[in-house]
């Protein structure tokens, strides 16, 4: 089993910064694609920003030039910088990681718990 654990939610005004971040744990080999999806109330979830374990990544067109992906790979740990927020930003954010299982050898898909943004004044 792999846990993900978010931290670095909370209120914000607009304009405003938070920076979120995603560790995870337990049975992992390897990581590749880790990132951040977002459920906005009334809204399908939707991708945020993915990063692989190569470097690349990519970002919703909504908050491309705002929003940065990182990762520290021998920590297995994911962060997203949020710079200029809007009220539209606010959504509970997940973290997502595509894990290749220790023991099975074999990609599985892992969730965060989820955790609160709310950009509001």
């Known amino acids: 089993q792999v846990q993900l654990v978010e931290s670095g939610g909370g209120l914000v005004l607009p304009g405003g910064s938070l920076r979120l971040s995603c560790a995870a744990s337990?049975?992992?080999?390897?990581?590749?694609?880790m990132g951040w999806y977002r459920q906005a109330p009334g809204k399908e979830r939707e991708l945020v920003a993915v990063k692989m374990t190569g470097g690349s990544a990519n970002y919703a067109d909504s908050v491309k030039g705002r929003f940065t992906i990182s990762r520290d790979n021998a920590k297995n740990t994911v962060y997203l910088q949020m710079n200029s927020l809007k009220p539209e930003d606010t959504a509970v954010y997940y973290c997502?990681?595509?894990?290749?299982?220790?023991?099975?050898?074999?990609?599985?898909?892992?969730w965060g718990q989820g955790t609160q943004v709310t950009v509001s004044s």
């Open positions: 997502y990681a595509d894990v290749v299982d220790l023991l099975t050898r074999k990609y599985n898909d892992y």
């Open positions: 337990g049975s992992i080999s390897s990581i590749n694609a």
